[in-house]
Structure formats: structure tokens, C-alpha cells
């Protein structure tokens, strides 16, 4: 599958249940292909426990939904990095 620099993605993640059992659950999370200079590498915006080496295992399971300069407005709320 090819990703570009700016492509907006949905892909599985999980994030801890702070309720009584404390377990993981499987959430959809969106967030953006961006290239780190220092690092040479892609990584993803917006994940909630996943690392970046089950994210590109996953990536049959990664939907592209549009991309930066087009549809911005698909990452509304994606404040982290």
C-alpha cells in the first residue's frame, strides 16, 4: 500500500478502558502521514497506544480517507504527534 506525506488515514488502534477492568479496547483512529527529517522516517499523527511497528504490520488494515491539502477538515481534534 502506498502512503504519501499528508495522506489522511483511519487505522485500528487501542487505548486503555479507565473503567473497573482496566482492559484494552479496539478503537478506529485518524490521523496523518508525516515524514520526521531527523528521524528519515513516516510516522503517524493522533495514535492512542499503537506503535509505529504495528502500525506498518497493520497496514493491510490502513483505510487513506483523503489527504491534508484537500480535506483538512477530517483532522479536526488531531493535536498530537
Same mark, same amino acid.
Given at each position: 500500500k502506498e502512503l504519501y506525506?499528508?495522506?489522511?488515514?483511519? =487505522?485500528?488502534?487501542? =487505548?486503555? #478502558?479507565?473503567?473497573?477492568?482496566?482492559?484494552?479496547?479496539?478503537?478506529?483512529?485518524?490521523?496523518?502521514? +508525516?515524514?520526521?527529517?531527523?528521524?528519515?522516517? =513516516? =510516522?503517524?499523527?493522533?495514535?492512542?497506544?499503537?506503535?509505529?511497528?504495528? $502500525?506498518?504490520?497493520?497496514?493491510?488494515?490502513?483505510?487513506?480517507?483523503? #489527504?491534508? $491539502?484537500?480535506?483538512?477538515?477530517?483532522? +479536526?481534534?488531531?493535536?498530537?504527534?
Amino acid at each position: 500500500k502506498e502512503l504519501y506525506d499528508g495522506d489522511i488515514v483511519r =487505522y485500528p488502534d487501542a =487505548y486503555m #478502558n479507565c473503567g473497573e477492568d482496566g482492559d484494552w479496547e479496539e478503537i478506529v483512529s485518524v490521523g496523518e502521514i +508525516k515524514w520526521d527529517e531527523e528521524e528519515a522516517l =513516516y =510516522y503517524v499523527t493522533n495514535r492512542q497506544s499503537i506503535d509505529m511497528a504495528s $502500525f506498518w504490520e497493520a497496514i493491510d488494515e490502513v483505510e487513506v480517507i483523503g #489527504n491534508r $491539502f484537500d480535506h483538512p477538515h477530517l483532522l +479536526k481534534g488531531d493535536d498530537t504527534e
